[in-house]
């Protein structure tokens, strides 16, 4: 999909392994800039490359044009092709300071953020190539110049990026989208990123990972203070069900959801691992 000449989204659908009888389906969005060279942002789950392949090439491009992959955090259906793009092509791979750990080791992230099927999302681990601390600004091309803004919340090295002169806004993972599974890594600063990404004033379009593109004002300030609100529902919840914070089973996790009246597939120790980052 064209955003704008040079900026592209490509939405690829995706499917999470919950139970060998339960099946999350998913999607998540990648950004394809085309300027002299290519420069890709996030590269989808493990098989993505396929799907970024073959949109470059109906769009009269080479795959050997790809020179910048952009990482926007370490989580596997945004790492999952970056290795197998990187061989491909030798393309520089950028990514934040406090995600490099976990994308240059999978093993390390599993461990710490066991997501069902993880192993099924992302290909291998990938190095990078320089790492962001946030405040830069990244000329990708002539006119497309990218901003880095720090997001966390999502994760700890989430971060946004603003493209001036398009006025555009691709807020990656860092907004929560309302009654969709709670994946977080920390609450508060979450509650403290939404905050700051409503203060962001001189864009137009908003992007993110998980929803389609939004040009109206009033829509986006719309998604942004129902993502405010779930979390805040969420935290009634939690504070609430969560008396024994020593508990290793799902119990509590299971009341929260079923309280909310939020699909039972959510009952996942992700999810409780969210929740716990409320206490």
């Known amino acids: 999909m064209e955003i704008t ?5 490509l939405k690829i659908d995706f499917s999470v392994q919950i139970t060998p009888e339960k099946v999350l389906p998913r999607f998540v969005n990648s950004l394809i800039i085309f300027g002299d060279s290519i420069t890709i942002i996030d590269s989808g789950v493990k098989d993505s490359y396929v799907a970024i392949y073959d949109y470059i090439e109906k769009h009269s491009r080479k795959i050997s044009e790809i020179k910048t992959l952009i990482i926007s955090h370490s989580h596997p259906d945004h790492i999952g092709s970056a290795s197998r793009i990187k061989k491909d092509t030798g393309c520089k791979v950028i ?33 990078l190539d320089s790492v962001l601390l946030g405040g830069e600004e990244l000329t990708l091309d002539e006119n497309v110049n990218a901003q880095i803004i720090n997001t966390p919340g999502h994760s700890k090295g989430s971060f946004s990026i603003l493209f001036k002169e398009d006025l555009v806004l691709f807020t990656a993972d860092s907004l929560p989208v309302e009654n969709d599974i709670p994946t977080y890594d920390n609450f508060k600063e979450l509650k403290n990123t939404i905050q700051k990404i409503k203060l962001i004033s001189n864009y137009k379009t908003l992007l993110s990972s998980w929803t389609e593109p939004l040009n109206n004002k009033t829509e986006i300030l719309s998604l942004i203070e129902k993502g405010n609100q779930y979390l805040d529902r969420l935290d009634r919840a939690i504070k609430k069900y969560y008396v024994d914070k020593e508990t290793t089973s799902l119990e509590n996790c299971t009341k929260v959801i079923e309280a909310l009246g939020l699909p039972l597939i959510f009952v996942v120790p992700l999810v409780d691992r969210a929740f716990r980052t409320h206490l």
Do not use: A, C, T
């Not at 000449?5 to 989204?9: A, D, N, Q, S």
């Not at 390390?108 to 290909?123: A, C, D, I, T, W």
């Open 95 to 127: 990514g934040h300071l406090n995600e490099k750990d976990w994308i240059e080791n999978i093993d390390l992230q599993y461990k710490s953020r066991p997501v069902p099927g993880f192993y099924n999302l992302v290909e291998e681990s990938v190095m």
């Open 5 to 9: 000449k040079k900026i592209h989204l």
